[in-house]
């Protein structure tokens, strides 16, 4: 029987926009996946404050994905937006190997500015015993560079296609840029400009609607 395929995109969500909606498809089609979940943070700990709250920012991922035709299988995972402080990564994948079981193959797909910041991560190496890591180029961040211990995992671990097994892989996927960050949309939504096209409707709507990211 096929290994079950999931994709995992993390994030904070603050707000969602149509780079993380880009990065979910091209890495559910670059990599084959039977299906990927967007997954906002609870509490954030590596940002200091978040201009949303957890139960907000987990609103707009659903509605960024609201209407969308299931055969995309993009989803929503409210898994650590839903628990209380902050969540680690290592323990959210832990939880969902019990959930998925040991042959589904787990699938943590990050832009290359997370790759960079990967040691910042609570118990990182871990991550592998759990996961795949799938990893495009981020406009502006380079894949070069990267701390000595990152490089030496992808040295050790690096494949050009999803290795046939539920975790250990780090491969890498091309998908075109999309000039968008979350940074530079609350910027936009704090001059009181509306960045139409650059998040779903549904999503800009409720963002006016909560007066988000608005200057005070
Ligand atoms: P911020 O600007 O607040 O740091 P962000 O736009 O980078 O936010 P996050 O929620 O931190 O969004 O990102 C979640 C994931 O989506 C990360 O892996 C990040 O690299 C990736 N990502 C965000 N924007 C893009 C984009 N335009 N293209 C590709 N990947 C992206």
Redesign the pocket.
């Known amino acids: 029987m096929r290994r079950r395929t999931i994709g995992i ?6 707000p ?5 909606l ?2 979910a498809r091209s890495a559910r089609d670059a990599l084959g996946l039977d299906e990927v979940r967007l997954m ?2 609870g509490q954030s700990w590596q ?1 200091a404050s ?1 201009g949303a709250s957890s139960a907000q920012r987990l609103a707009m991922v659903r509605l960024a994905l609201q209407g969308l035709d299931p055969a995309e299988r993009l989803l929503v995972d409210d898994r650590e937006a839903l628990q209380d402080g902050p969540t680690y990564t290592v323990d959210t994948l832990t939880g969902m190997r019990a959930a998925f079981g040991p042959d589904a193959a787990i699938v943590l ?6 790759l960079h910041n990967l040691p910042t991560w609570s118990r990182w190496q871990t991550l592998f015993e759990l996961a795949h890591l799938a990893v ?1 180029q ?2 502006r ?1 380079s894949l070069q560079g990267l701390p000595e211990a990152v490089e030496a995992e992808v040295s050790r671990r690096g494949a050009d296609a999803l290795p046939d097994a539920p975790a250990g892989g780090i491969v890498f996927f091309r ?1 075109p ?10 910027a936009q939504l704090a001059r009181g400009e509306r960045p139409d096209g650059l998040s779903p409707p549904a999503v800009l709507d409720y963002i006016d609607s909560h007066r988000l990211y608005r200057r005070p």
């Not at 797909?109 to 997370?114: H, T």
């Open positions: 995109v993390g994030g904070t969500f603050d969602p926009h149509v780079g993380h880009a990065l906002p943070t940002k978040t797909v990050l832009g290359s500015d997370q495009t981020r406009e961040v998908m840029a999309v000039a968008v960050s979350a940074t530079a949309l609350r």
